[in-house]
């Protein structure tokens, strides 16, 4: 596989390229397609995250599990759909906590991307899923390379918010220590237990910034 990342991303990470457990990867991902299996989101875009927020960049991580499964959904930003999709329960969710948390109004829309340029990593765990088969591709090597994703911002010293929703994301907690800020609740799928609602991380990411001298994040996104 060819990795088509953020320069930036790419000397931060080229190690984990080298590796056989990646290796493995490129080569599964090669021969699932050959057996004409659809792969989402797009080659193009499995890296669309660290494209739209280098390293240097990121204030926010909010973690996903694996990318939406359903025609035309994912493009590489976790909980993100493009212009034109409508948002998926979990992001709807999302927008109401934003606005019951900081008043900020819903989008008419479910495309992410400028939080991502505003510096909020949107990462799944596992970057690829089989069309129609949700977790397809868990245990192929993805959970690795993300992990020393988050190891990198961990060592990093601008502090950090990471956004953990869900026990699949929260075991990356594992790997972040001082100075950065770990949130937890409930994933926001209305499939969840209850405990997203209220969570007020967005707000608690905001203070926490401006606590350590980093510009808070907007969370409004533009109609279109």
């Known amino acids: ?17 080298e590796k056989p457990y990646f290796e493995r990867l490129a080569a599964f991902l090669r021969s699932e397609k050959a057996k004409g299996k659809v792969i989402y989101p797009p080659g193009a875009r499995i890296f669309s995250a660290f494209w739209l927020t280098p390293p240097d960049a990121v204030k926010v991580v909010i973690l996903g599990q694996d990318p939406y499964h359903n025609p035309g959904q ?6 993100s759909v493009p212009y034109g999709v409508p948002p998926p329960p979990s992001l709807q969710r999302i927008f109401r906590e934003i606005q019951a948390d900081l008043g900020v109004a819903p989008p008419n829309h479910g495309c992410l991307e400028e939080w991502a340029k505003r510096g909020v990593l949107l990462l799944n765990a596992i970057l690829t899923v089989e069309a129609g088969v949700a977790a397809s591709h868990q ?37 972040v220590g001082q100075p950065h800020l770990v949130l937890k609740a409930a994933h926001p799928s209305p499939l969840a237990r209850e405990g997203f609602e209220g969570c007020r991380h967005f707000s608690q990411a905001n203070e926490f910034l401006s606590s350590h001298g980093r510009q808070p994040v907007d969370w409004s996104l533009p109609k279109i």
Do not use: C, D
């Not at 596989?1 to 390229?17: Q, S």
């Not at 020393?148 to 990356?172: C, D, H, S």
């Open 1 to 17: 596989m060819a990795v088509n990342i953020e320069p930036g991303w790419y000397e931060a990470l080229k190690a984990e390229f």
């Open 74 to 79: 994912a493009h590489g930003l976790s909980f």
């Open 139 to 175: 245990r192929k090597g993805w959970e690795r390379f993300t992990t020393a994703v988050i190891e990198y911002l961990n060592r990093r010293p601008e502090p950090t918010v990471f956004m953990l929703w869900g026990r699949y994301a929260q075991e990356k907690a594992a790997f």
